[in-house]
């Protein structure tokens, strides 16, 4: 079946540096993928998104890589600022249907 | 444009009772989904709604959830009668038919005592 999201459930980063938050996913017909950003108390919040003919896709601050051979999709985070720190999932989009992972905390450090 | 609206925003009941939320999809979008979100957990589809049809429910326990979207906007859903197990947030979330991107309401959040 279809499942997405082996999530390292929390993360530290020190304010300033650099985050880098992983997903693995097993269903190979994958084509969508996207990550969203949920803070304490509010719903899923859209970052970004990258299909499967796409390897790297960047946005402001943000980046988004998959590895379709090893079935990994990474976000990265310029410069982690405060306003980061939330729960982060990465989500596959089959059919119009979104199945997310379980999700990684990043806390920031100051 | 204004967002997903959710309400109410908390809800607290006893085992067995009944409770409704209702969701306000950002305008025009044609496509509305309920999911349910338990603590430390990704949020996971309930039904999945195009205009006032149902696309999938498969997910959805029937024997005591229903939900619907009569005039194809404003949608409502309802546990009856809860159990425990049903403590999550429930969120809303909707998109234009012609688009992927969903945009998510900021919850109802349940605790059945």
């Known amino acids: 079946g279809e499942s997405v999201g082996l999530h390292l459930p929390t993360l530290s980063v020190q304010e300033g540096d650099n985050s880098i938050i992983n997903c693995a996913y097993s269903?190979?017909?994958?084509?969508?993928f996207i990550w969203y950003k949920q803070e304490s108390g509010k719903g899923p919040q859209f970052i970004i998104d990258?299909?499967?003919?796409?390897d790297k896709r960047q946005g402001q601050r943000v980046t988004v890589l998959l590895n379709k051979t090893v079935k990994h999709l990474s976000l990265q985070i310029a410069a982690t600022q405060p306003g980061d720190s939330a729960v982060y999932f990465c989500a596959f989009d089959g059919n119009e249907k979104l199945t997310f992972g379980t999700g990684t905390r990043l806390t920031i450090i100051p | 444009e204004a967002g997903v609206a959710q309400s109410p925003r908390y809800k607290i009941i006893e085992k067995r009772q009944s409770v409704a939320f209702w969701c306000n999809p950002i305008?025009?979008?044609?496509?509305l989904y309920w999911y349910q979100q338990i603590l430390g957990q990704g949020p996971k589809l309930l039904i999945q709604?195009?205009?006032?049809?149902?696309?999938?429910d498969s997910q959805l326990p029937k024997d005591r959830f229903s939900a619907e979207r009569l005039k194809g906007v404003d949608s409502t859903l309802k546990i009856q009668p809860a159990k425990l197990e049903d403590s999550a947030v429930y969120l809303c979330?909707?998109?234009?038919?012609?688009?992927?991107?969903?945009?998510f309401g900021p919850g109802t959040r349940l605790l059945v005592l």
């Open positions: 269903n190979s017909a994958s084509d969508y």
């Open positions: 990258i299909r499967s003919n796409m």
């Open positions: 979330a909707s998109k234009r038919a012609e688009q992927e991107t969903q945009y």
């Open positions: 709604f195009q205009n006032n049809g149902v696309v999938d």
């Open positions: 305008s025009g979008h044609a496509t």
